[in-house]
């Protein structure tokens, strides 16, 4: 089995990938898992997205909020942001190529007794059942609806999970759980306010993996997207965002014995 190394966010810092892979000598011999949001913020999307296709059956990603933002924007769904970093993949001769390949990731991957996800999971999902909803999801977005399914993937509502939700409202709760939630109340509702650290939530919120009763504190959750938590090692929780696109680092931990690797990062955003 080839040893397996999951990496954080991305967000377009192309070099600052190349950099890690380097550190992780020599890459060829090994598997790689993105946690989401490969691209966006960072000076680099068209090369990250390249080099992270390039290493073919070696990397597998899941889908995380900046991935399905570009796909919306191709689609002509979502307009740019003005902090975007997306005009070199648009424009691009091989345009039609990434957006296929990027649709076609999943939302969710269970890997050596790891659950590997870009935001969270909802505490009501067990492991099979957080398998079976990214599935859902996943099938939509391969289908010849998926363009249709963008239409109505954003928005906040429903924020907390029914077994009995359908359509594109089903759907929506799924993908929002898996690429945006940070901060849930303790029934599971989701909140998209707060963007800040897990000491920050006001009274009534807490972190989704700090929600009593999860149903996944069985398996340990890989995930990225919240930089402002940081790095966080538990025995069930590894958190791998270090805010590579704000100056920090891009961080990979290699699953079999949780050795870390990391690069420093140069600021390619600003917070604001």
Request: aromatic letters at 8%; charged letters at 20%.
């Amino acid at each position: 089995m080839y040893p397996t190394y999951v990496i954080g966010d991305l967000q377009g810092c192309g070099q600052q990938l190349q950099h890690l892979l380097d550190n992780i000598s020599p890459p060829d011999d090994k598997h790689f898992i993105f946690a989401g949001d490969l691209i966006n913020r960072g000076p680099q999307s068209l090369q990250t997205l390249r080099t992270v296709m390039s290493m073919g059956d070696r990397a597998r990603a899941v889908l995380g909020n900046h991935d399905l933002h570009l796909l919306a924007v191709s689609q002509g769904i979502r307009p740019l942001h003005k902090d975007d970093t997306l005009h070199d993949i648009l424009d691009a001769p091989d345009r039609d190529e990434l957006i296929d390949w990027l649709r076609r990731r999943p939302l969710a991957i269970h890997e050596q007794g790891h659950l590997i996800v870009h935001a969270g999971v909802l505490p009501q999902w067990d492991l099979p059942q957080a398998l079976a909803l990214a599935g859902e999801v996943g099938a939509m977005l391969q289908s010849d609806r998926w363009v249709d399914f963008l239409t109505h993937m954003y928005g906040n509502q429903p924020a907390r999970w029914s077994d009995d939700l359908a359509g594109y409202d089903r759907l929506r709760c799924i993908i929002n759980a898996f690429t945006r939630v940070r901060f849930c109340q303790a029934d599971g509702t989701m909140d998209f306010s707060m963007k800040e650290g897990a000491s920050s939530a006001p009274e009534g919120l807490m972190p989704w993996f700090e929600v009593p009763g999860r149903r996944t504190e069985d398996v340990t959750v890989v995930f990225g997207h919240w930089s402002t938590l940081g790095l966080v090692m538990r025995p069930n929780l590894i958190a791998l965002d270090t805010g590579c696109v704000w100056g920090g680092k891009l961080t990979a931990v290699r699953l079999s014995d949780r050795a870390l690797f990391q690069v420093q990062c140069p600021q390619a955003q600003i917070p604001g």
